[in-house]
């Protein structure tokens, strides 16, 4: 009788649909895991859930093979349940779907997504406004050279290392400032992701005569890569909704490095890294030949990793068939390095950067905002006083300010909000989350 007498069908269209979002959680509110958006942020089931075989035994999977996996599963498993809209299945009705698909408009921004608890699950909590958008869309923080804090005077210097030679460095005591201008990140990989970091920066040494022979380095040693690894699969098994984009773009090993070739690492080093990513990340792998897809076509695979790798892919410089998941960094990323030791000319050489845009989103676009030391910025906080930048960490907090009233479109300078920013890299993510907070929220207004 309630709904005979009303005299608005839009607005008894309305309380329908309102039926069917709250329906779960009237019907089962323990089920509902409480998020910035409610019941209408749907989780997806665990990757390590549905291919524990496959992914131990660091078994690859083709996106020809996909399909036929899915359906394997299908027919296999019985049918899970999940929280929120997806548990009404078949019953949902067209109207519902429409509702969810308005919901960046009418929820507006969620409350607490970007608060510091909630950033390591940012991706699946912001699923209402980035399912829609490409990955190349998707506004991400970077971490610049991710696996350095590991960085000490304890460590070597690695042979192709910059600058004078090691010994003249550590006979002059000079080796703990050294450590100073290369620690790029405080914090280890999983800390950076839990922090809201998706794009990581890794450079590699192949040292065979060492244990480990693979490390992630920058003038020195840093941390053993397996144990890099682990960390990133830890994240990915605790939250399954991430994507991670590790960006191989630095490679050394001795007597392969020269000044006439650049950084170079021989087959045998490739053959081993390449053998690692395959045991410790598997299925969580995602093909090149699988392209830049929307969020919500990659979270219905079990794709989690783009792997971006600087080197040529054929057999010989592998040492073995490449692999699929293999993005040939050429190709794929769109980065400059700046080579800035002043904030003004960092912002400058980013200005016209970021005027060109990224058209399309063919492409990742890595925007580097971080300053480089050289010679005279080195010796400067060295010899000087007050407030002379003393390590990268104090350079990555001049660039905060300036970065942060170009995202907010305040300072004076062009505002970089609506400009369509992909990856923002940045040094000491750390101490500088509100500005990673700043990029995630783009976000919410694109």
């Not at 210097?157 to 004078?164: A, L």
């Not at 053993?224 to 960390?231: E, S």
């Not at 990133?232 to 630095?250: C, K, N, T």
Request: charged share 15%.
């Amino acid at each position: 009788h309630f709904f005979a007498v009303l005299p608005c069908t839009c607005f008894r269209q309305c309380l329908f649909d309102a039926w069917f979002v709250l329906f779960p959680m009237i019907a089962d509110p323990v089920s509902v895991t409480p998020s910035p958006v409610g019941i209408l942020a749907v989780p997806i089931p665990a990757v390590e859930d549905e291919v524990p075989d496959a992914f131990e035994s660091g078994a690859g999977l083709k996106a020809s093979e996909l399909s036929e996996s899915q359906e394997n599963q299908t027919e296999l498993r019985p049918p899970q349940k999940v929280d929120g809209l997806q548990s009404l299945g078949p019953w949902l009705p067209s109207a519902g779907s429409n509702l969810l698909s308005l919901l960046p408009t009418l929820l507006g921004p969620p409350p607490t997504a970007l608060q510091s608890g909630a950033l390591a699950g940012w991706m699946g909590l912001l699923r209402p406004w980035l399912g829609r958008k490409v990955l190349s869309q998707v506004a991400l923080v970077g971490a610049h050279d991710a696996a350095t804090h590991e960085l000490s005077l304890a460590k070597e210097f690695v042979p192709c290392h910059n600058g004078p030679p090691a010994p003249v460095i550590e006979a002059l005591l000079l080796k703990h400032h050294a450590v100073r201008w290369s620690v790029a990140q405080s914090v280890g990989v999983r800390q950076q992701l839990e922090l809201g970091v998706r794009y990581l920066d890794l450079r590699v040494i192949y040292s065979p005569d060492r244990t480990p022979s693979l490390e992630t380095c920058h003038g020195l040693y840093s941390s053993d890569v397996q144990a890099v690894l682990a960390d990133i699969q830890g994240f990915l098994r605790a939250h399954p909704s991430e994507i991670v984009l590790l960006d191989f773009m630095q490679f050394h090993q001795s007597g392969h490095c020269r000044k006439d070739v650049g950084h170079r690492m021989g087959s045998a080093g490739h053959f081993a890294l390449l053998g690692l990513l395959e045991r410790q990340l598997g299925l969580w792998l995602m093909p090149c030949d699988f392209g830049i897809q929307s969020l919500g076509q990659v979270w219905e695979t079990p794709y989690r990793v783009v792997v971006l790798y600087d080197t040529s892919l054929d057999e010989v410089t592998l040492g073995r068939v490449p692999p699929p998941w293999l993005w040939h960094r050429d190709s794929w990323v769109r980065s400059h390095w700046k080579n800035q030791a002043d904030v003004p000319g960092l912002l400058d050489a980013l200005d016209d950067e970021v005027s060109s845009g990224n058209p399309h989103g063919l492409r990742f676009w890595v925007l580097q905002g971080v300053l480089t030391p050289v010679a005279h910025s080195v010796l400067k906080g060295f010899f000087g006083a007050g407030r002379c930048a003393r390590s990268l960490l104090d350079f990555s907090r001049k660039v905060q300010g300036p970065l942060l009233g170009r995202l907010r479109g305040a300072g004076g300078g062009p505002s970089w909000a609506a400009a369509g920013l992909n990856v923002v890299m940045l040094d000491h993510c750390q101490d500088n989350l509100e500005l990673v907070r700043e990029v995630i929220s783009l976000n919410l207004r694109t």
